[in-house]
């Protein structure tokens, strides 16, 4: 009897959880077919009904990474011109706090550079759909340089998170405050006035 369209959804969408979880912590080239199976708690025929391959599946997986962090959503509560600023900054730099969402950015520096091009693109487009997201949010508050002040924010939070995680954690939080100050100044002197 052959499995439903929403069986068959529900399968995919574990696999990709499962591999967007592991691929954030680890990247590409530390994380077997094997692993993400068994995080998902599933068989490697299951993968294959899905997937053409491991890099086939980074590229989905940094989709629905993308398309379920915390900078895709609204936040319906933020009034004020920064509030979501500094929303997306702090949340963006709580890296090793407990309820933290990963951004595959930060954990995923090395795939920038992969031999494979689907990896490599699937982090441009990780690195695009953050900066897009800034920079409309940025255009909203009259910034004229809109698209430059993103790129330079999202590189300085993605090289924040990055060398953070090479300090002992006793220097980390400290490191993470005059950070997220110094990138917050950055963006609330590239805003227009009401």
Known sequence: MPYTPE???QTRQRILQAAAKL?????FDR???TQIMQQANMTHGAFYAHFSGKSSLYEAAMQFATSNAFWARDDKQTEGKD???KALVTRYLNWGKKNSEPSPLEFLVTDAAHKEEKVRKAYQACFDNLVERLEGILE???NREAKALAEETVVSLVG???IARS?????????????KLRIVSRLNSGLKTP
């Open 140 to 142: 909203k508050h009259g």
């Open 83 to 85: 509030t979501h600023i």
């Open 7 to 9: 069986h068959k959804e």
């Open 160 to 162: 924040t998170v990055a």
């Open 167 to 179: 300090f002992a954690p006793s220097m980390q939080k400290d490191f993470l405050k005059r950070a």
């Open 23 to 27: 691929f954030c912590s680890h990247g």
């Open 31 to 33: 994380v077997t077919l």
